[in-house]
């Protein structure tokens, strides 16, 4: 059964709410990875998530940039854990498969894509994109894992994207 969604963010904070998430909100942000890795050090939660709205400036890796459809069309995440010990190389591969098995599970009729290890493909269009980076002080290790998935909408002006909504065929909120 598909329900309505028309408002990620509050739909996301809901989510978090009623599975007792410890959940961090803002409307706009610089970029939530950045966020989670300024308050790594201070939060003893683990997970932790922080989401936003809007990202003014989304990151990717390396010198790749996260580019935002307009506001309330993407799922702009990222979950914060805390680790015993510095994650294995293997990490960021496997959490990229992990994202692409879910998203084959949830949504079967769509093609889907791994530009491992971080990018998602619908078809031949980029949909989503991970940035998994560690931050480590004295014996606190965490693990920061940002998501961007265009959801009811993508960037206009990047003709090789696409969001989920249209890929499913739905004229409206998912």
């Known amino acids: 059964m598909m329900h309505t969604v028309d408002n990620l963010f509050l ?3 809901q989510w978090a709410k009623l599975s007792s998430t410890e959940c961090f909100s803002e409307e706009t942000c ?4 950045d966020w989670a890795k300024k308050e790594a050090s201070q939060n003893p939660r683990s997970p932790a998530l922080y989401i936003a ?8 890796r390396g010198t790749n940039t996260w580019i935002n ?13 805390r680790l015993g010990a510095p994650p294995q190389p293997i990490t960021s591969p496997l959490i ?21 290890p971080n990018d998602l493909y619908a078809e031949d269009k980029k949909i989503a994109g991970l940035l998994i980076e560690v931050v480590q002080s004295a014996d606190n290790v965490r693990i920061i894992v940002g998501l961007g998935f265009n959801i009811l909408g993508h960037p206009r002006d990047v003709p090789t994207a696409t969001h989920l909504t249209s890929e499913l ?3 409206g909120p998912l």
């Not at 610089?30 to 990875?33: E, G, I, L, P, Y």
């Not at 990229?96 to 491992?116: D, E, F, N, R, V």
């Open 169 to 171: 065929g739905l004229n």
């Open 96 to 116: 990229g498969l992990a994202l692409y098995q879910a998203a084959q599970t949830a949504w079967p009729s769509i093609s889907w894509s791994l530009k491992a």
């Open 53 to 60: 709205d809007h990202q003014q400036q989304g990151r990717g």
């Open 69 to 81: 459809p307009e506001k309330g069309q993407a799922l702009l995440a990222s979950w914060s854990w």
């Open 11 to 13: 739909a996301t904070k």
């Open 30 to 33: 610089a970029s939530t990875n």
